[in-house]
């Protein structure tokens, strides 16, 4: 028997272990303090009442010998499928109905899906990323090779045509930096894609964020994206499923490679690998697409947009430099006086009693950059900016 030895590359869950054994030696050190997290990539707001009442409405109708289901479909139930195409309809986005899979969230989706791709594929992710990209293709022994984000990119890289790439990870809204493609850069992308044969996994987690109107919140707004790209969303940060677990996938008919159609294939590895996302869960996520639910959960978007707002004019009030925060619950900030990552944490945490994450934990560009979140209550957020002003 011989292990994956690739799990011996992957490098240790370093980022949010060090911030919790930092935090947690502070507190025991300071029994009394009031530590802020400004630091958690979690929702705080609860689920939105039609959401609730889906819930309840379904449970009760598993309590029937009626209304009782086992298994369902693979793919998700027809209803929820159904709901999803009408929310990309209203942007002009057709979808077929075996376009679209009900999954339990991104996070499973953006590790299996490599599943149905060669292992000999490079794969190109930017730096700083979601760390899931990352460690599932080390996980898998592919070929890595990463496009910086900085500055003088807005932290948006663009596809460089000297370099090869097969499977490329986007992420926007971006998770860390806030940052969102433009339709133009998009296009780059899918252009790059679709002349190398290359297949874009967009990760559209945070769209529901976007709030101006001529930035893209799907791949598919751009012309050329159903032949090289899968869209990966989820309803956690959309409609507060971070514990309630519901997202889904497209896969255009039109991407094949080889003449085979990926998203048959995805369905084939769904089917051996997955028994789909209950029910009851379905239901819930099915009344996030309905008018009620829209308006709810965009009021909790709208909240912690605020709350970035409020953020955001706290760092302005002191000149540090910061992205994001106006169309992504992220706010990204050059660590002051060109501090390190782990030293302004320290600085923060000792000093302010409030935790933020270290850029360089999201890779080598994170360096001598932070992560905020609007994830919290107002309280604690008008709080810890009032903090911030000693800074
Ligand atoms: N993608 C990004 C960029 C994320 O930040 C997260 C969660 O923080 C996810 C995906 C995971 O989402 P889910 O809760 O649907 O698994």
New binding site residues.
Partial sequence: MNINKNYKNLQENYLFAEVSSRVAGYKAAHPEADVISLGI?DVTKPLAPSVVSALKAASDEMASEKGFRGYGPYEGYGFLIDAVRGYYAERGITLGKDEVFVSD????E?GSVIDIFDKDNTVLITDPV?P?YLDSNVMSGRKIIYAAASEANNFLPLPDRKVKSDIIYL?SPN?PTGAVYTKEMLGAWVDYANENDAVILY?A??EAFVTDKSLPRSIYEIDGARTCAIELC?L?KTAGF?GTRC?YTVFPSALKREGVTLGKMWLRNRSTKFNGVSYIIQRAAEAVFTPAGRRESQADISYYLDNARIIMTALSGLNVKYWGGINAPYIWLKCPGGESSWSFFDRLLNGLQIVGTPGSGFGKCGEGYFRLTAFGTRERVAEACQRLKKL
């Fill in positions: 990539g969230g991104a996070k499973n953006l979601y899931v992420c998770n990760d987690a945070y989820s956690s971070t997202g």
